[in-house]
């Protein structure tokens, strides 16, 4: 069984300031991963995944996060965050045999302050 | 393209009334279907998953059940709610045909009182 360890509940960041937010996970098989933003009231929407090749996956809105299989992480990262990126962010893990059931992360709240 | 839809989107319903959210698909065919529920500072729990028409997987006991009476029409369900039973919840799609990811609909938020 998979799981997905979010280590911050809570981000605080200035306008213009990199962020990273922080994701571990555990599997005895090989997973895809993945980070999904939800805005207020609303559902998930996909930001970027890792499914094969390059460690280093780009998504929307200039996030960008990193693959180490070595310590089972996959943190995002943005160089400037936008007074609109705030929103709760959501690391996730599917297995790649049959089900594709996904499982989420507690999920970390990233406050971006004027 | 293919979009998802929830209803109700917001609700306020009594302890021990019964519950029907539905959420439908469009644009795809036979897509895996799943409820989610999301709690205040918990994340997604996955609910019920569905592979195709009627065949409906239980993650967690609870007071909820799921059903898929169409290809692509999901409906979570209650007889009694309870208090803990509020939350938001939310409906997703995923098919083969894309890579991996997860579709989700708007949420319906329920509170029980």
């Known amino acids: 069984a998979q799981s997905v360890t979010q280590l911050d509940s809570q981000v605080p960041v200035f306008e213009e300031a990199p962020v990273e937010l922080r994701c571990n996970y555990s599997s005895s098989v090989s997973v895809y991963l993945f980070w999904y933003v939800q805005y207020p009231n609303q559902g998930l929407q996909l930001l970027l995944k890792?499914?094969?090749?390059?460690?280093l996956v780009k998504g929307i809105n200039g996030f960008e996060a990193e693959f180490n299989k070595s310590q089972t992480s996959f943190h995002l990262r943005k160089p400037s965050v936008h007074i609109s990126d705030t929103a709760e962010y959501f690391c996730?893990?599917?297995?790649?045999?049959?089900?594709?059931?996904?499982?989420f992360g507690a999920g970390t709240r990233l406050f971006v302050k004027a | 393209s293919q979009t998802i839809h929830q209803w109700p989107a917001t609700l306020v319903q009594p302890v021990g009334s019964p519950l029907s959210l539905e959420c439908t698909v469009e644009g795809t065919s036979n897509p895996n279907l799943y409820w989610y529920r999301q709690a205040a500072g918990r994340g997604l729990q996955l609910l019920f998953y569905s592979v195709g028409i009627g065949q409906i997987s239980s993650e967690v006991p609870q007071n909820l059940s799921a059903s898929r009476p169409q290809d692509r029409q999901f409906i979570l369900s209650s007889k009694k709610l309870l208090l803990s039973d509020s939350g938001f919840y939310l409906c997703?799609?995923?098919?083969?045909?894309?890579?991996?990811?997860?579709?989700f609909g708007e949420g319906s938020r329920l509170t029980v009182l």
């Open positions: 890792y499914l094969s090749g390059s460690t």
């Open positions: 996730a893990v599917s297995d790649v045999d049959g089900g594709f059931k996904t499982i």
């Open positions: 997703a799609w995923w098919s083969a045909l894309n890579t991996g990811e997860l579709f």
